[in-house]
């Protein structure tokens, strides 16, 4: 959905600091945090209708309360020795704040996010502030747009810098913010949120015992081109595609009763599958699968819920494009098994030692399916007093694979998966996708979401699925 018109802004951006004082203080920040690919902003987008918008003030204020716990957030990033190009980040917590932009949008109606297929589209960006910053360093790790809709509904963006925050810390900090709206001027401090960084300071010195091919380029076979580089030269497409939870139960049976496994690891390895049958690499190139994997629980001494920093590493599962897609949705449920069964607390320690000896190392890309579980991180219960959004996801499409939680009532344990695929192989993915049992299904039996641009929502099939969830999506606004 192209969004027309554009922001109104009636004031200049503000900067919303912490309500109390805050410690200052140089904080820490970890391998993790300070990772190269991590340097950009997790962006999320709120819509919500006009019975759960919540007036700019309040949500102002209330951002000023969560800053007390969420002190960093209101800090600016900085390099640890100006005089190095290379240095570590530190966090100087400064209190400076974050930056809260209002416009308004009357073109614009939560509405019409749920008619269409909600993917993003650029036009999207103008619903988030853009910063003219000099550099990386003067952008601050908070920015927020609250954009008032013609409805009366309102659409929330937030830019949360990736370094400072992993997908787990930054659903704690949204939930932390629209505690303190819904609880107005009442105290809501959370003494748990943990800042400290140090328990995963490298080992000295470093000891990598793993190969971690989630780091090493193993992409490609050396005659045939990347399939990154096939990608990068091709329009890219965004495909939407929700699973509900029978769907998934679907995929689920169809690896036992050989091989039990959990509904994120049957979906990744049949997206995956999915991805390297469209784009067609030759039979012989490796393909990989990173994915994110919390490993907060996996550490020794385990890390808290709370932990406000980056606690992920990148599962990796791998084969070649043939073996792939011989070895049938179990083959490729076992890699993803086997890709998780491996993190435990040495191969993380081992991971933060690599990043310590080669400082700027990247994520393999080529040939590679990028997949970010945001479902489970409680991101769609998220309420500023008033009720839940009526739609959340990312504010962009990237080639990076998104698995969002459903937000449509009647849709529990529904998940959509969101990727730009090349324009060509758009067609072939939803298609590969729709095979549940490896078997043609009839294209109805997956939620496929296929409007060009067009606004107009092209429904395959008539499952009944389909019609509830085309009515769910109105329901909600009525
Ligand atoms: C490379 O370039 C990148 C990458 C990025 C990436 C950024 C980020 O990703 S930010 C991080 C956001 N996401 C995460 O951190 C993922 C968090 N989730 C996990 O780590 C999961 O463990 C998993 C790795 C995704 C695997 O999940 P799963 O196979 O489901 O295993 P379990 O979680 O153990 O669940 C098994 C089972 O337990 C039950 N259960 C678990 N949780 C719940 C719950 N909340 N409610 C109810 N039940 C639950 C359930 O029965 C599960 O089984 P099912 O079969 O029912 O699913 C950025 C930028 C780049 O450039």
Request: proline share 7%.
């Amino acid at each position: 959905m192209e969004i027309p018109g554009e922001c109104e802004y009636r004031s200049e951006p503000v900067l919303v600091t912490p309500s109390q004082p805050t410690p200052r203080c140089s904080l820490y920040l970890s391998n993790l945090d300070d990772q190269r690919f991590l340097r950009f902003s997790i962006k999320y987008l709120y819509v919500f209708p006009a019975v759960a918008a919540v007036a700019a003030d309040a949500l102002r204020a209330a951002l000023a309360r969560a800053l007390v716990d969420y002190y960093p957030l209101a800090g600016r990033l900085r390099p640890s020795d100006d005089d190095d190009a290379g240095a570590k980040l530190l966090v100087d917590c400064n209190a400076e704040g974050a930056l809260f932009a209002e416009a308004f949008l009357p073109s614009l109606t939560a509405g019409d996010f749920l008619q269409g297929s909600a993917k993003p589209h650029k036009s999207w960006r103008k619903l988030l502030y853009r910063v003219d910053a000099s550099s990386f360093f003067a952008v601050p790790p908070l920015v927020v747009q609250v954009t008032r809709l013609g409805c009366g509904g309102m659409v929330l963006c937030t830019a949360i810098s990736h370094c400072l925050c992993d997908g787990i810390a930054s659903a704690n900090f949204l939930h932390a913010w629209a505690r303190a709206a819904a609880a107005a001027h009442t105290s809501v401090a959370d003494a748990t949120v943990l800042h400290d960084r140090r328990a995963l300071r490298p080992r000295c010195p470093p000891r990598v015992a793993f190969t971690h091919p989630e780091y090493t380029s193993g992409g490609g076979t050396g005659t045939h081109p990347s399939l990154l580089s096939q990608l990068l030269s091709q329009p890219l497409a965004p495909v939407s595609l929700t699973f509900t939870a029978s769907h998934l139960l679907r995929l689920k049976t169809g690896c036992s009763p050989s091989l039990r496994c959990t509904s994120f690891e049957a979906l990744a390895a049949h997206v995956w599958r999915a991805w390297v049958l469209s784009l067609g690499p030759p039979p012989a190139m490796r393909v990989k699968l990173l994915f994110s994997v919390n490993v907060r629980r996996r550490l020794k001494p385990e890390l808290p819920w709370s932990y406000s920093g980056n606690a992920f590493v990148l599962g990796c599962a791998e084969a070649t494009a043939g073996e792939l897609v011989a070895s049938g949705s179990s083959g490729g449920v076992r890699l993803v098994q086997e890709a998780k069964e491996c993190i435990d607390d040495d191969y993380v320690r081992s991971m933060v030692d690599l990043l310590e000896e080669r400082r700027g190392a990247k994520p393999d890309l080529a040939a590679t399916l990028v997949i970010s579980a945001w479902t489970r991180l409680g991101l769609e219960d998220i309420d500023f007093g008033k009720g839940r959004a009526a739609h959340m996801g990312p504010l962009t499409s990237e080639i990076y694979c998104v698995f969002l939680p459903v937000v449509a009532d009647g849709y529990p344990d529904g998940v959509t998966v969101l990727v730009s695929v090349p324009q060509a192989a758009a067609e072939s993915f939803e298609h590969h996708c729709c095979l549940l049992d490896e078997e043609p299904a009839t294209p109805a039996m997956a939620l496929v979401d296929n409007d060009h641009d067009d606004g107009n929502k092209k429904l395959q099939g008539s499952h009944p699925d389909l019609v509830v969830h085309q009515h769910g999506r109105h329901d909600i606004l009525a």
